[in-house]
């Protein structure tokens, strides 16, 4: 008889997806750099490694 455990599986799956939804995202920091002409700052786009959401930060 053997046991197949299913915890090692869901943690597996859901790895990086509970830190998102609870705000704690891995931010990447992309190439692109544009100016915002109203403003007149810099500003710089992020993309989470882990769910692909992005944002733009001023700098």
């Known amino acids: ?6 915890r ?14 609870s705000g704690f ?3 990447e920091l992309l190439n692109e750099r ?3 002409v ?3 700052k810099l500003v710089s786009t992020e993309r989470c ?3 692909g959401v992005e ?3 001023q700098t």
Not at 1 to 6: A, C, F, G, I, K
Request: proline share 0%.
């Open 49 to 51: 490694k882990r769910c």
């Open 38 to 40: 109203k403003q007149g």
């Open 55 to 57: 944002r733009t930060k």
């Open 8 to 21: 090692k599986y869901k943690q597996k799956r859901a790895e990086g997806k509970t830190l998102c939804t």
């Open 25 to 27: 995202h891995k931010w």
């Open 34 to 36: 544009r100016f915002d």
């Open 1 to 6: 008889m053997s046991v197949v455990s299913l």
